[in-house]
C-alpha cells in the first residue's frame, strides 16, 4: 500500500467521523432560548380592571411566576390546592392547572401552535384544529403544577431590533411594558411587568477572547498529540458542565438545546475511541484525536452569542460561557493545525514507497 493511499484512507477516515458528527450530534429541540440582549421582567401581580396596573395594590395569589432565558419562556407554578388558567392571546381557553397539579393545554388555541417557535407562526403554517372558537380539548403536558411557554406578550417579536432602541447608546433601554391575564382560582388577575434591551459587552473583549484563543490554538496545535487530547479532555468537561448546569431543572415546556450537551459527550466518545483504537493502529489513531475536537468547535459556534450578548440561559453567567465559546474556538483551531501538519507530513511522502506493513 502506497503512502499516497494510506493518506487517502485516513482522511477518509476523518471525514467520515467528521459527517457522522453533524448529522448525529445536533439534534433539534422545538426553539431553546439562546444568548439575548432582552430581559422581560415581572413587575407584579394586581387585580384584573382595566386601570390595575396603575391604581391596584399588587397581591399575592398561591402562584409563583418566573423568566427564563431573559424573555423566552414565561413559567407559572401553582401551589397544591391552587386552579389557574391563562387565557391565548383571543381570549380562548389556553393553559390550566387543576387542583392536584395536572397540567393541561387546549390543542385548538392558536397560541398552543404559535409558542412552538420564539417569533410565532405565519396564520398560514397554523393547523386546522387551531380555532379560538371551537370547543376546547385538553391534552395533559405535566403532572407537577408547573410549565413554561413562550408567551409571546412578554417579548419582542421580531429578530429585526425594536424602532426604539439605540444599539449605539451603551445603557439599559426599555422597549415595552406588558400584561397577561390569568384567573387563579376565582381571583381574575393580571401579571404586568416590563421588556428592556440590555447592551453587551464592549467590542474590545470578545475581540481580545477571539484572539487569544486563536493564538492558545496554534501553539496547542504546534504540541506533541498528547498535549491536544489533554486539552480535549479539559474542553470537553467544562463545556460539558456548562451545558448539565444550563438542561437541569427545567420546567416542563422549556426547550433546551440538546448541542450544549451531547457534543462534549461526543468528543469524550471520539477521544476515547482514538486511545482504544492507538493499541491497533497508531497511525489512524492520530487522525481521529484531532476529530475529537470537531464537536468542541461546534459548540463554541451553538454559543458564539454568549460572546456579544449580555443574557445566557441557565445559571452560569454569560462571561463563563462566553469564555467556553472562545474555547472551543481555541481547541478547534489546534484540531485544524494537527490535521494540516498531518496532511503535510503525508503528502511528502514518496507514493511510490512501499507501505511498510505491505
Known sequence: MTAHRRTTRRLSTVAVVALALLLVAVPAAADPAGPTHFRSTITGLVADADDAPENEAPIAPDIEVQVLGGDAFLVVRAAPGTQVQVPGYEGEPYVRIAADGTVEINTRSPARWLNDERFGLPDSELPTQADADAPPAWEVVARGGEYAWHDHRIHWMSPSLPPSV?????????????????????????????????????????????????????????????????AIGIGAAVTGALGVAASVGLPPGADVEPALVVLPGLAVAVLGAARWWSGRDPAQAGWMVPAAALPLAVWGVVQAGALTRPIVPGPVPSEFVALAAALGFGIGAAAAMAIGRRILAATALDPDAPDERD
Do not use: H, Y
Not at 439599559?172 to 388577575?189: F, K, N
Open 166 to 230: 439605540d444599539p449605539g447608546r451603551n445603557e439599559v433601554q426599555q422597549v415595552s411594558e406588558w400584561s397577561v391575564p390569568m384567573v387563579v382560582d376565582d381571583a381574575q388577575i393580571l401579571l404586568v411587568g416590563e421588556l428592556d434591551w440590555l447592551p453587551g459587552p464592549s467590542p474590545v473583549q470578545p475581540a481580545g477572547a477571539l484572539v487569544l484563543a486563536l493564538a492558545a490554538g496554534v501553539w496547542l496545535g504546534l504540541r506533541r498529540e498528547q498535549t491536544l487530547s489533554a
